[in-house]
């Protein structure tokens, strides 16, 4: 469809790529993009033919963070509590940290509020070397949401978090990279071809191992070192019951490549 505020591709056999589509708004979050893009990414996480999800914007931006002329604000009226909007946003933000398959972010220009904290819940951010990432919230009175409190000290700092958050100003991709806020600024012609290679790699990865390396770094967060290693334990005794743990093995040993299923039994 090609109005429609999420463009699904899954021609890709064990890709789907979703683009947020509202180039002329800047892929700003309205109520019917954000209720696309959750119900693609629910399609997604349940489709275990699907084996990574990338996330991109069409367009000049990655995404604005939310629509500011739908709903969020009425002029000279009672204002709208922001916290049932973030009933919205939430889900989404937790469906990526759990969804059991690895979850990229191509960032294909600026991101700002809502769309920076989407793009740090994914596993791998790539982003154009033109792009920057802006915590826009300062600006108009708002708090980093949709996890950007939890994401920016956990990957920067408090420091740089702080600075980010307060002075709302643009981080071009090459600093983001170097600060290790994302995984790799690319040249903007490189973007689509470099993600599409990592997302073919994946497409053909132990996929859920990947899903239990998630499990195991958001858990990091929280645990202490002992807990973390009785963790560890757990979770490599799923890894070690899966067949792709058989075929990897099996694979090298007999110096040849692995063909892996993804499958979890
Ligand atoms: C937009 C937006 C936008 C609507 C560009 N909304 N139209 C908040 C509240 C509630 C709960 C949930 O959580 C959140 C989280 C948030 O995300 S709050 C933060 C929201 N985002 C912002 O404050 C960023 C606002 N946008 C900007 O500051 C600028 O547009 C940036 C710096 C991103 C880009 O600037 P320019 O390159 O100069 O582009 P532009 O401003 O001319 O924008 C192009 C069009 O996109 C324009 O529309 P128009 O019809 O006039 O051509 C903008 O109005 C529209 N747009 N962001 N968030």
Same mark, same amino acid.
């Given at each position: ?51 990574? !999800?990338?996330?991109?914007?069409? @367009?000049? *931006?990655?995404? %604005? #963070?939310?629509? &500011? $002329?739908?709903?969020?604000? +009425? ?27 690895? !979850?990229?972010?191509?960032?294909? @220009?600026? *991101?700002?509020? %809502? #769309?920076?904290? &989407? $793009?740090?819940?994914?596993? +791998? ?35 740089? *978090? ?48 990947? *899903? ?54």
């Amino acid at each position: 469809m090609a109005d429609a505020a999420v463009l699904v591709d899954a021609t890709t056999p064990g890709v789907v790529r979703l683009t947020l589509n509202r180039p002329s708004k800047l892929n700003a979050f309205n109520q019917a993009m954000m209720s696309e893009f959750k119900a693609a990414l629910e399609a997604a996480a349940g489709d275990a033919d699907c084996r990574v !999800v990338v996330i991109t914007g069409a @367009g000049r *931006a990655f995404s %604005a #963070g939310q629509d &500011l $002329a739908d709903g969020v604000y +009425l002029k000279g009226g009672p204002q709208p509590d922001l916290g049932l909007v973030l009933d919205s946003y939430n889900p989404i933000i937790r469906l990526i940290r759990t969804m059991p398959k690895p !979850v990229i972010a191509a960032v294909n @220009g600026m *991101a700002a509020g %809502a #769309g920076v904290s &989407l $793009a740090l819940a994914c596993d +791998l951010v790539y982003a154009a070397r033109s792009a920057s990432f802006m915590q826009a919230f300062a600006k108009i009175g708002l708090i980093p949401d949709c996890g950007s409190t939890w994401f920016l000290p956990r990957l920067i700092g408090d420091t740089r *978090a702080r600075g980010l958050a307060m002075l709302a100003e643009p981080l071009l991709a090459d600093k983001a990279e170097a600060w290790g806020l994302i995984w790799k600024a690319v040249d903007d012609d490189q973007l689509t071809a470099e993600v599409d290679a990592v997302a073919a790699r994946f497409a053909a990865a132990p996929t859920h191992g990947l *899903a239990l390396q998630k499990r195991a770094f958001d858990a990091s967060a929280r645990n202490s070192l002992d807990a973390q290693l009785d963790l560890e334990r757990a979770l490599q005794s799923e890894a070690g019951q899966t067949p792709d743990y058989a075929e990897g093995v099996g694979a090298f040993l007999e110096k040849r490549a692995p063909n892996f299923t993804g499958r979890k039994s």
